[in-house]
């Protein structure tokens, strides 16, 4: 389950404002991964996660946030300003798990080889009008879906919506989200060849009234559980009730609870747009990488946290050119006490017990920080080089010696607190299987 958003340039300030938080199992590691503009020879081919297609003669720099075994990423951004996020939806039409092109690869395909929004949308459904959709996205247990996707660039944005090898998409007017659920019903700018008699054959449209792909499309009992809709209206809401959204705003939706004194061990549901796992099929998910972008012609900050929970965890600078400390870590399928987001997991799972009063006052030291790294980087600042990278570098050292600082009064809170049973279960399975140890 994911949750992802744009907002265009007339209801931000000159900025396209791009956020998603990626939701996948909670023991599955996030990886932030830069790939660098590269040329190649006729007839090679490029590995995508499980199956190989012609490469195209060159590619662009692309940073991905990913999961660490997916050739692909749930979302990212290239050299262009070019920004895709991707979603799973669930159609009436059976999704297959056999091995070929993921929606996570599409989203990189895409990225690498368009410099636009509607550039990338074609580069996707060329592909996919060709090779379909299929494979296995899941980390712990098998899970399939077709896939839906947001894409923008310095001006414009997309919704693009599949199911198997067919597609609709809609152009973004001012701001838009998506999330587990189709969206585009009757209003829709571009569509592929022979989907309205797709549907007619599968008996989903009659030909007669207006064609509308959701309601042709959608499967009802994943799309209600999973509660997209929800959480998609939620993100247009707080979204519409701004009248100019910057990065800040985008941060803040996606740390959005809906209790205004939420406790994370409290809701045996919390699908959220900011996800917690907990016990059983309905709440199996957890935010495992953030990603906020504003972009324009004159410049691309990307701002995320390389870690789970973006209630509990920092929004690091970051623009192309630059170093930080932990792009292209690689985290392991299990704990290793090396990894950013391994250690930065500690921390968040020992919150899922914590005392209100002490996760209130550790957001507070770190949010107040992030907050000044946000006022530096604000659009018309002008900043040099070297101190860009000092910004960058400070980030990340300083998240790590605020979590340090706490990490004590999370331990000791943790021994304390009186457990939810349930979550108590759910995340004793959870760190087991990750070989973690939580005192």
Same mark, same amino acid.
């Given at each position: %389950?994911?949750?992802?958003?744009?907002?265009?340039?007339?209801?931000?300030n000159?900025?396209?404002?791009?956020?998603?938080?990626?939701?996948?199992?909670?023991?599955?590691?996030?990886?932030?991964?830069?790939?660098?503009?590269?040329?190649?020879l006729?007839?090679?081919?490029?590995?995508?996660?499980?199956?190989?297609?012609?490469?195209?003669?060159?590619?662009?720099?692309?940073?991905?946030?990913?999961?660490?075994?997916?050739w692909?990423?749930?979302?990212?951004?290239?050299e262009?300003?070019?920004?895709i996020?991707?979603?799973?939806?669930?159609?009436?039409?059976?999704?297959?798990?056999?091995?070929?092109?993921?929606?996570?690869?599409?989203?990189?395909?895409?990225?690498?080889?368009?410099?636009?929004?509607?550039?990338?949308?074609?580069?996707?459904?060329?592909l996919?009008?060709v090779?379909?959709?299929?494979?296995?996205c899941?980390f712990n247990?098998?899970?399939?879906?077709?896939?839906?996707?947001?894409?923008?660039?310095?001006?414009?944005?997309?919704?693009?919506e599949?199911?198997?090898?067919?597609?609709?998409?809609?152009?973004?007017?001012?701001?838009?989200?998506?999330?587990?659920?189709?969206s585009?019903?009757?209003s829709?700018?571009l569509?592929?060849d022979?989907l309205f008699?797709y549907?007619k054959?599968l008996?989903?449209?009659?030909?007669?009234?207006?064609?509308?792909?959701?309601?042709?499309?959608s499967?009802?009992?994943?799309?209600?559980?999973?509660?997209?809709?929800?959480?998609q209206?939620?993100a247009?809401?707080e979204l519409?009730?701004k009248?100019n959204?910057g990065?800040?705003?985008a941060?803040?939706v996606?740390?959005?609870h809906?209790?205004e004194?939420y406790?994370?061990?409290?809701?045996?549901?919390?699908n959220?747009?900011?996800?917690h796992?907990?016990?059983?099929p309905?709440?199996?998910?957890?935010?495992?990488?953030?990603?906020?972008?504003?972009?324009?012609?004159?410049?691309i900050?990307?701002?995320?946290t390389?870690?789970?929970?973006?209630?509990?965890? %920092?929004? %690091?600078?970051?623009?192309?050119?630059?170093?930080?400390?932990i792009?292209?870590?690689?985290?392991?399928?299990?704990?290793?006490p090396?990894?950013?987001?391994?250690?930065?997991?500690?921390?968040?799972?020992?919150?899922?017990?914590?005392?209100?009063k002490?996760?209130?006052?550790y957001?507070?030291?770190?949010f107040?920080?992030?907050?000044?790294?946000?006022?530096?980087f604000?659009p018309g600042?002008?900043?040099?080089?070297?101190?860009?990278?000092?910004?960058?570098?400070?980030?990340?050292?300083e998240?790590?010696?605020?979590r340090d600082k706490?990490?004590?009064?999370?331990?000791?809170s943790?021994?304390l607190?009186?457990?939810?049973i349930?979550?108590?279960?759910?995340?004793?399975?959870?760190?087991?299987?990750?070989?973690?140890?939580?005192?």
């Amino acid at each position: %389950m994911c949750d992802t958003f744009v907002v265009l340039p007339e209801k931000s300030n000159g900025q396209v404002i791009f956020g998603k938080n990626s939701d996948r199992d909670p023991n599955e590691p996030h990886q932030v991964q830069l790939i660098e503009a590269e040329t190649y020879l006729p007839g090679q081919e490029v590995k995508c996660t499980y199956r190989s297609i012609p490469q195209v003669k060159s590619t662009n720099q692309v940073l991905l946030f990913k999961p660490v075994w997916i050739w692909g990423a749930e979302m990212g951004i290239n050299e262009h300003g070019v920004v895709i996020g991707n979603e799973a939806v669930f159609s009436k039409v059976k999704a297959s798990a056999e091995p070929g092109l993921i929606g996570m690869d599409y989203l990189r395909l895409g990225l690498e080889r368009a410099s636009t929004a509607l550039e990338a949308l074609k580069v996707i459904t060329s592909l996919l009008e060709v090779y379909g959709q299929s494979g296995n996205c899941g980390f712990n247990h098998t899970m399939v879906y077709h896939n839906s996707f947001l894409i923008s660039d310095t001006s414009e944005a997309w919704i693009l919506e599949t199911v198997e090898k067919h597609w609709i998409a809609k152009k973004v007017n001012s701001l838009a989200a998506i999330s587990n659920a189709y969206s585009i019903g009757e209003s829709w700018d571009l569509k592929s060849d022979g989907l309205f008699e797709y549907a007619k054959e599968l008996g989903f449209w009659n030909g007669k009234t207006i064609f509308n792909f959701a309601k042709s499309f959608s499967d009802s009992l994943y799309t209600s559980f999973g509660e997209g809709k929800k959480r998609q209206y939620c993100a247009v809401n707080e979204l519409s009730s701004k009248p100019n959204v910057g990065v800040r705003d985008a941060i803040h939706v996606l740390r959005n609870h809906h209790l205004e004194n939420y406790r994370i061990s409290d809701s045996l549901l919390g699908n959220d747009i900011c996800m917690h796992a907990g016990l059983g099929p309905i709440r199996a998910s957890q935010t495992t990488g953030s990603l906020v972008t504003s972009v324009s012609k004159q410049n691309i900050d990307i701002w995320f946290t390389g870690a789970s929970s973006p209630c509990l965890s %920092m929004f %690091m600078p970051y623009q192309f050119g630059f170093d930080h400390p932990i792009i292209n870590q690689q985290p392991g399928k299990v704990y290793e006490p090396d990894s950013y987001w391994w250690q930065q997991e500690i921390m968040n799972r020992l919150a899922v017990f914590c005392n209100n009063k002490i996760l209130s006052s550790y957001r507070n030291e770190l949010f107040d920080r992030e907050n000044q790294l946000l006022l530096a980087f604000e659009p018309g600042k002008e900043l040099t080089k070297n101190e860009i990278q000092v910004l960058i570098n400070e980030a990340a050292v300083e998240s790590l010696l605020i979590r340090d600082k706490w990490k004590k009064e999370f331990e000791k809170s943790y021994a304390l607190s009186n457990k939810n049973i349930f979550h108590q279960i759910a995340w004793k399975n959870f760190n087991k299987s990750a070989n973690l140890k939580i005192n």
